[in-house]
């Protein structure tokens, strides 16, 4: 059974950082696609970030490009999410996915306010 568990969520302030991670179970992490999604109060799930299976390949979103890094570690089963100058439009509950599988993480929640 494929499980993803987020972690890292917090209340900072503007131009502060935050880490996620996700802790991935039940399927063969090394050789899996991972994403970070985000959804804000009211509006669609986004795609944030993209890692491919060896880690060679990342995408962001236009929104977080030049603040975000996506990377994984396979000994550990993880991905994570490093946050960087962080807005206060970036706030919203983040999800890890795998997108084999469909599954998704419960969520952490990010909240940047001053």
């Known amino acids: 059974q494929v499980r993803l568990v987020e972690s890292g969520g917090g209340l900072v302030q503007p131009g502060e950082s935050l880490r996620l991670s996700c802790a991935a179970s039940g399927f063969t992490f090394r050789i899996a696609f991972m994403t970070w999604y985000r959804q804000a109060p009211g509006k669609e799930r986004e795609l944030v970030a993209r890692?491919?299976?060896?880690?060679?390949?990342?995408n962001y979103a236009d929104s977080v490009k030049g603040r975000f890094t996506i990377s994984r570690d396979d000994r550990r089963n993880a991905v994570y999410l490093q946050m960087n100058s962080l807005k206060p439009e970036d706030t919203a509950m983040y999800y890890c996915?795998?997108?084999?599988?469909?599954?998704w993480g419960q969520g952490t929640q990010v909240t940047v306010s001053s």
């Open positions: 996915n795998h997108p084999a599988t469909g599954s």
């Open positions: 890692i491919s299976s060896d880690g060679s390949s990342t």
